[in-house]
């Protein structure tokens, strides 16, 4: 069985840094494609970052570029995203996916339960 376990969010002055991790169970990410995405209350679900286990090749939306860092210890079958610079507008459940094509908006194969990340002004 599968599974994709997130850990690491919690609650954040804005201004502030956290690091998420993805642990992976029953897959290895070494040739997949791991991505971020995050779900607000009341918003649609966005995909915020992913990265290329094949190559190393990492993707940000927009909206967190030069705040957010992807990045995989294939050796921990873990990805992480680190993330600095915090604001109310990042507060929202971040999950995890496994899947073949390194898409913001692809299809992933396997999502983590998620974990909530608050940001307080």
């Known amino acids: 069985e599968v599974q994709l376990v997130e850990s690491g969010g919690g609650l954040v002055q804005a201004g502030g840094s956290l690091r998420l991790s993805c642990a992976g169970f029953?897959?290895?990410?070494?040739?997949?494609?791991i991505g971020w995405f995050r779900q607000a209350p009341g918003k649609e679900r966005e995909g915020v970052s992913c990265i290329n286990n094949s190559d190393g090749s990492a993707y940000y939306a927009d909206s967190v570029k030069g705040r957010f860092t992807i990045s995989s210890d294939n050796a921990k079958n873990t990805v992480y995203l680190q993330m600095n610079s915090l604001k109310p507008d990042d507060t929202a459940v971040y999950y995890c996916a496994a899947g073949w094509v390194p898409a913001l908006d692809g299809l992933y194969d396997y999502w983590g339960q998620g974990t909530p990340v608050t940001v307080s002004s």
């Open positions: 029953g897959i290895t990410f070494d040739e997949r494609a």
